[in-house]
C-alpha cells in the first residue's frame, strides 16, 4: 500500500518560515520526480515545486527565491524548505509521487498575523 505522509505545517506571522516533509512508502522512490503542489481556497491546486530523481529542481515563479525543494533517498522524504512566507502563501500543500501519480493527504500552511 502506497502512503504518502505530509507534516510540518501549521500557522506562521508574515516573514516566518516552516519546513513540510512528506514521507513515502510502498512505492519506490528514488527514479521518481517528486513535487510539491498546493491549493488555495476557491483556487485550482498549482505546482509549488519539483525535484527530480538526479536533483534537479524547478519552481513556480511566485516562490522562487524563498522555497527549496530537497529530497533523502534514504530516507524516502522530499523536503519543503519555506521562508519569508507570505499571506498568500496560505493553502493546503501536497506532495506527489510524479511518475505514478500518488498523492499525499495534505498539509495546512497559514501564514496570518
Known amino acids: 500500500q502506497v502512503q504518502l505522509v505530509e507534516s510540518g505545517g501549521g500557522l506562521v506571522q508574515p516573514g516566518g518560515s516552516l519546513r513540510l516533509s512528506c514521507v513515502v512508502s510502498?512505492?519506490?522512490?528514488?527514479?521518481?520526480?517528486m513535487t510539491w503542489y498546493r491549493q488555495a481556497p476557491g483556487k485550482q491546486r498549482e505546482l509549488v515545486a519539483g525535484i527530480t530523481s538526479g536533483g534537479s529542481t524547478i519552481y513556480a515563479d511566485s516562490v522562487k527565491g524563498r522555497f527549496t525543494v530537497s529530497r533523502d533517498n534514504a530516507k524516502k522524504t522530499v523536503y519543503l524548505q519555506m521562508i519569508s512566507l507570505k499571506p498568500e502563501d496560505t493553502a493546503v500543500y501536497y506532495c506527489k509521487v510524479d511518475g505514478p501519480g500518488y498523492w499525499g493527504q495534505g498539509t495546512q500552511v497559514t501564514v496570518s498575523s
Open positions: 510502498g512505492t519506490i522512490f528514488s527514479i521518481y520526480t
